[in-house]
């Protein structure tokens, strides 16, 4: 690829392999480094190839974060790919726990002891618990069977 076709590739948001962004992204000079390159930008036939390389891409707005969008938005639906089995698995335990009826059960006991032992205290006026509380139940009351 020419430098002008990586600046206008990377300009226009096109698409690159995803092995050449990535060693982009990593042999970028910073922001400071390309704003002094850009100084030179009068002297640029007498550059070499690298530095002309740098001037030209110093004139794309938000170098960085453009080459990290591009990064992304090439990888994600490799990366989506990976996780879709825990994704599915995720959201069929939540339509379990939403259609069960145990647990349903066990939400409104819970409820209905601790609004009863907060009765006769200074929350008296609760009513509720925080859900965190949940992990804590078989360890206080182990002898509960459903």
């Known amino acids: 690829m020419s430098r002008?076709?990586?600046f206008s590739a990377v300009a226009?948001?096109?698409?690159f392999a995803h092995f050449s962004l990535q060693n982009l992204i990593?042999?970028?000079p910073e922001q400071k480094e390309l704003n002094n390159l850009a100084e030179l930008k009068n002297e640029y036939e007498e550059l070499c190839e690298s530095e002309q390389f740098g001037i030209v891409m110093?004139?794309?707005?938000l170098l960085r974060p453009r080459l990290n969008g591009i990064?992304?938005?090439l990888t994600f639906e490799e990366q989506v790919n990976n996780i879709r089995p825990d994704i599915m698995n995720v959201t069929f335990a939540c339509e379990e726990v939403k259609k069960s009826e145990g647990f349903?059960?066990?939400l409104e006991l819970v409820l209905l002891v601790g609004n009863y032992m907060n009765s006769g205290s200074r929350n008296a006026q609760t009513f509720?618990?925080?859900v965190s509380f949940l992990c804590k139940v078989?360890?206080?009351i182990p002898s509960i069977c459903f």
């Not at 226009?12 to 698409?15: A, E, F, H, K, R």
């Not at 110093?58 to 707005?61: E, G, L, N, Q, Y």
């Open 71 to 73: 990064l992304f938005k």
């Open 104 to 106: 349903s059960m066990l």
């Open 58 to 61: 110093s004139s794309v707005k």
């Open 128 to 130: 509720g618990f925080n």
């Open 12 to 15: 226009l948001m096109g698409v």
């Open 138 to 140: 078989p360890n206080r």
């Open 4 to 6: 002008q076709q990586v």
């Open 26 to 28: 990593k042999n970028l």
